[in-house]
């Protein structure tokens, strides 16, 4: 039985240059605005009390500079050679990158020639997720493979789409997380509940009431399956956007909400990427720490993990 897969080492990188929320809210038109809100200025005076944010990160390169960076890293800071990664997971949304398909150009120019890739995508903000439970599912159930390397970048090309209903103000970014055997940060269980019925569905929308039924349906049946003690729980790490949905989805399992780590003012809403991003940092990076640490994540268009 092979042991569990885990996260050996996970960082991130947003670029310096930022984008003031006003400055957004100042190019997009009346009818970008989510539904619930009259004019920009309640959206702004939503954005600045509840949310936090008062600017994003904006990239001003290509998403491939930032994936090369955190990959000269990695190399850098670890024993990892470029021969040693068997399968790459490329994270993305079609229409939230610069280019098509230039993850082969990354692996090329890291000479990661003996790894195959795949991409996830269509599930949106949980598109992290998705790929932390594909990677670990591999390397549980194949012993050929041995390293797996998730990418993942968000560049947004025009500022009204940044506006993420009344859910998040989207930043600019790029993770990189490898998953081993060896890892003492250890993957458990994942689960991953998905509506197609919101395959047409529209971001100005108001769909709380059916975003909370199927984040608090996910989250009751990861506890159900693995008979968990809530108490066990040291840290609770959410998407870097509205914490409410999910705070109050929590409290009604009997999670201590307390517990959540919340940093979503600071570079806005890195989508698909969040999970990582809060991972390095409430972590430090340190794999050697024994925490249980419960992730959520939920993708607009319906997919909860």
């Not at 390169?61 to 021969?83: C, G, I, P, W, Y």
């Not at 959540?260 to 794999?287: C, E, Q, W």
Request: glycine content about 6%.
């Amino acid at each position: 039985m092979y042991s569990k897969a885990g996260i050996a080492y996970v960082d991130y990188f947003v670029p310096d240059q930022e984008i003031l929320m006003e400055q957004v809210i100042q190019e997009i038109d009346l009818s970008n605005l989510p539904a619930s809100f009259n004019n920009k200025k309640e959206y702004h005076q939503f954005v600045d009390e509840i949310l936090g944010v008062k600017a994003v990160r904006m990239s001003i390169t290509d998403d491939s500079v930032m994936l090369d960076h955190l990959v000269n890293r990695m190399f850098q800071r670890t024993e990892l050679k470029a021969s040693d990664v068997d399968v790459i997971i490329f994270i993305n949304e079609p229409d939230r990158i610069k280019g098509e398909n230039f993850i082969q150009a990354v692996k090329h120019r890291h000479s990661m020639e003996n790894a195959y890739f795949m991409n996830i995508s269509g599930n949106f903000c949980s598109n992290g997720e998705i790929a932390l439970t594909m990677a670990s599912a591999l390397l549980n159930g194949n012993p050929s493979i041995h390293n797996v390397l998730i990418l993942g970048s968000i560049s947004i090309s025009d500022n009204k789409d940044r506006l993420f209903s009344s859910y998040a103000v989207l930043g600019d970014g790029a993770a990189l997380v490898l998953l081993n055997r060896q890892a003492r940060l250890k993957v458990l269980d994942s689960v991953i509940l998905s509506n197609g019925g919101f395959y047409n569905i529209k971001i100005t929308d108001d769909n709380t009431l059916l975003h909370f039924k199927f984040t608090r349906d996910c989250l009751s049946k990861m506890i159900a399956e693995n008979d968990l003690n809530t108490q066990v729980i040291s840290d609770i790490i959410i998407q870097n956007a509205n914490p409410l949905l999910v705070e109050h989805a929590m409290e009604s399992l009997g999670l201590n909400t307390n517990l959540i780590r919340k940093n979503f003012s600071s570079i806005g809403h890195l989508a698909y990427l969040d999970m990582f991003v809060n991972l390095k940092n409430f972590t430090k990076g340190d794999s050697s720490d024994e925490k249980s640490i419960l992730t959520f994540g939920m993708g607009f268009s319906g997919t909860y993990a």
